[in-house]
């Protein structure tokens, strides 16, 4: 695992999830996401642009923002934290959640960590380093629903 993420921090790619992981083992991450999926955005993007991301948006199931969001009681700081986001990436700005349904992500992935939302705290296996669990979606063109945190 070190020698792959120093091959990424060195410029390199690295492999594809499949390389490392079962096909069980990746069914078993993507069913996680079987009751929809939620990503932040910027209400400003949204605006802007008409959609919550890109060819390559991290979202997390719907169930772990429940969880994440019950816990931060409005306190951005923290969901940043449980996202292993950059501080003040959802705090200082016009941050929303927005709610995906399951059958608009037909290209649900583990990510690789290759996309352009993997900062330097990206960990293989599709979780954060606290622990929540992670895909990448295309959703340039998909439904989404703004919910609550």
Known sequence: ???????KAAGGTLPDPAVYMSKADIDKHLARFDDGAVRFTSRAEVDQYGTEGNSEAFVMPKSEFDRIASEAGGNLRIVEERLSLVVGSLSRGDAIAVY??????????????????????WMLGGFTLDGVTEAVVNLKNAPFTEIPF
């Open 100 to 121: 995906i349904d399951r059958q608009d992500m037909p290209d649900l992935r583990v990510p690789s960590g290759n996309e352009l939302g993997a900062n330097y705290r």
């Open 1 to 7: 695992v070190e020698s792959l993420l120093a091959s």
